[in-house]
């Protein structure tokens, strides 16, 4: 199945470990996000709450407190104020200085905001977000991380970016790092009998590079607006 935003999929996740490496690309699908959260039609990319699935399978990662954590393509997710919460160093990459400057209003986190080259960045104790493009961030200016979080950032990038999505990654990370990665997957053919297994792109995706384990499946039936066939969400390691 697609990991592509099909009507109605529901959350999902992974967990992965090892391997860095390869090239990186821009991408062309800025304006599109730019505009979505200038207008506020970001719709059900963010959630009100922390991630549930987040809540009961981070822990299984032995993360000791302070590790540093790369979110991509965080929008305003409450899910770094958790990980932060939790006692991690939690470091965000953002395109939007809509969706970065929302997620600290209301906080009593008090950024520090400066410029430093392509990109603003967004400093308070435990919790950072660099805004700009995330094909052109580097390690330089992120240093190493320990883990990654991937709050359905593969989701939300078109099919043809997926690749090169993981590919700069990569590069971002060192031999090692984890990635827990939330996925949508449209189950409509699947019955709940069925024991889950991982999405055949996000195996073609990662498999030559990092151990892929499903740590948990969530099914979600959601009623009107087309939502209402049943979906599988699932979170590996």
């Known amino acids: 199945t697609s990991m592509a935003s099909a009507p109605g999929p529901v959350p999902t996740g992974l967990l992965m470990t090892d391997k860095p490496a390869a090239p990186d690309d821009t991408s062309d699908d800025h304006p599109y996000w730019l505009q979505m959260w200038r207008d506020n039609?970001?719709?059900?990319?963010?959630?009100?709450?922390?991630?549930?699935?987040?809540?009961?399978?981070?822990?299984?990662?032995?993360?000791?407190?302070?590790?540093?954590?790369?979110?991509?393509?965080?929008?305003?997710?409450?899910?770094?104020?958790w990980l932060q919460q939790q006692g991690f160093d939690v470091v965000g990459v953002e395109l939007s200085p809509v969706a970065a400057k929302a997620f600290f209003q209301g906080l009593p986190l008090k950024p520090r905001k400066t410029r430093q080259g392509a990109f603003t960045r967004w400093s308070s104790p435990g919790l950072t977000i660099w805004c700009g493009d995330f094909f052109a961030i580097r390690t330089q200016q992120l240093g190493r991380f320990d883990a990654v979080f991937d709050r359905a950032a593969l989701t939300a990038l078109p099919a043809e970016l997926r690749a090169r999505y993981v590919a700069h990654l990569q590069t971002l990370m060192h031999a090692g790092t984890v990635i827990f990665l939330m996925t949508t997957e449209d189950a409509t053919n699947?019955?709940?009998?069925?024991?889950?297994?991982?999405?055949?792109?996000?195996?073609?995706?990662?498999?030559?590079?990092?151990?892929?384990?499903?740590?948990?499946?969530?099914?979600?039936?959601?009623?009107?607006?087309?939502?209402?066939?049943?979906?599988?969400?699932?979170?590996?390691?």
Not at 200 to 221: G, P, S
Request: proline fraction near 6%; aromatic fraction near 6%.
């Open 41 to 81: 039609t970001i719709g059900g990319f963010h959630q009100e709450a922390t991630n549930e699935q987040l809540i009961s399978c981070w822990h299984r990662q032995n993360l000791p407190p302070g590790s540093r954590i790369l979110v991509p393509l965080c929008g305003k997710s409450l899910d770094m104020l």
């Open 190 to 237: 699947t019955s709940r009998g069925q024991a889950p297994t991982s999405d055949d792109e996000v195996l073609a995706l990662y498999r030559d590079l990092f151990h892929v384990q499903l740590l948990d499946t969530v099914y979600e039936d959601r009623g009107g607006h087309g939502l209402d066939r049943p979906k599988i969400g699932a979170v590996m390691h």
